[in-house]
T-cell receptor, first 117, second 113 residues
C-alpha cells in the first residue's frame, strides 16, 4: 500500500516552454502533498506544501508564479514549471501524506527528471 | 534555522558487517525523526520513524536510536548486504499537525561482497 506515482519520469523541454508534472496517490487519499526539488548530491529541498482544495504554501525563495501547484483532488497534485529555463533542470519529487493511520509518514513518488535545453 | 548534518563521505563496509550512519541536528529537537533510503534517480523510500520520547526503534535488520541530549540519531544496518548499498537520508519533522520534513544531504553506503 501507500503507492505514489509521478508522470512523466523524464522530460526534456526547450527553454521558455512550460512543463506539467503529475503526482498521484494510488491507494490512499492524500490530504497533503509536498513538492521537492533535488540537485545532484544535495538534499531534498521542499518547494511547497499543498492541501486538497486550497492554495499551496510555498517555501521562501520559491516563485509561486513560476511553479504552479494544483491539488484538485485527494489523489492528484500537479506542478507546472512555467517558462522553464536551464537552471530549472533538476529532479522533482512529490510526496503524499494520508489523513488517517500513519499520518506522520510521507510516501514519495519516483521523481521526475526535468532537463531544460 | 534547523541544520542537519550527515556524513558526506561514503561509508564503505564489507558484507556481513554492521553499518552505522549518523545524523546530527542543531537547535531544537524535532517531534520525530525519520530515515529514508534513496537509490540513484529514484524517490526516497520510508524506512523508520522514531519519536522524541523513544530511545530506540527496530525493524528487521534496521535499528535507529534517538538521543535528544546529544541531538543525534544513529542508523544501524546489521548483517549488511550489497543490496543495502544506497544513500540514506535523515529527516526531521519539527511541527505537529501539518508537519513538513527537513532532509539531510544523506550518506551513501557501499557494501562490498
Amino acid at each position: 500500500g501507500a503507492v505514489v506515482s509521478q508522470h512523466p519520469s523524464r522530460v526534456i523541454c526547450k527553454s521558455g516552454t512550460s512543463v506539467k508534472i503529475e503526482c498521484r496517490s494510488l491507494d490512499f487519499q492524500a490530504t497533503t502533498m509536498f513538492w521537492y526539488r533535488q540537485f545532484p548530491k544535495q538534499s531534498l529541498m521542499l518547494m511547497a506544501t499543498s492541501n486538497e482544495g486550497s492554495k499551496a504554501t510555498y517555501e521562501q525563495g520559491v516563485e509561486k508564479d513560476k511553479f504552479l501547484i494544483n491539488h484538485a483532488s485527494l489523489t492528484l497534485s500537479t506542478l507546472t514549471v512555467t517558462s522553464a529555463h536551464p537552471e530549472d533542470s533538476s529532479f522533482y519529487i512529490c510526496s503524499a501524506r494520508g489523513s488517517q493511520g500513519r499520518r506522520y509518514e510521507q510516501y514519495f513518488g519516483p521523481g521526475t527528471r526535468l532537463t531544460v535545453t | 534555522s534547523q541544520k542537519i548534518e550527515q556524513n558526506s563521505e561514503a561509508l564503505n563496509i564489507q558484507e556481513g558487517k554492521t553499518a552505522t550512519l549518523t545524523c546530527n541536528y542543531t537547535n531544537y529537537s524535532p517531534a520525530y525523526l525519520q530515515w529514508y533510503r534513496q537509490d540513484p534517480g529514484r524517490g526516497p523510500v520510508f524506512l523508520l520513524l522514531i519519536r522524541e520520547n523513544e530511545k530506540e526503534k527496530r525493524k528487521e535488520r534496521l535499528k535507529v536510536t534517538f538521543d535528544t541530549t546529544l541531538k543525534q540519531s544513529l542508523f544501524h544496518i546489521t548483517a549488511s548486504q550489497p543490496a543495502d548499498s544506497a544513500t540514506y537520508l535523515c529527516a526531521l519533522d519539527m511541527e505537529s499537525g501539518y508537519s513538513t520534513l527537513t532532509f539531510g544531504k544523506g550518506t551513501m553506503l557501499l557494501v562490498s561482497p
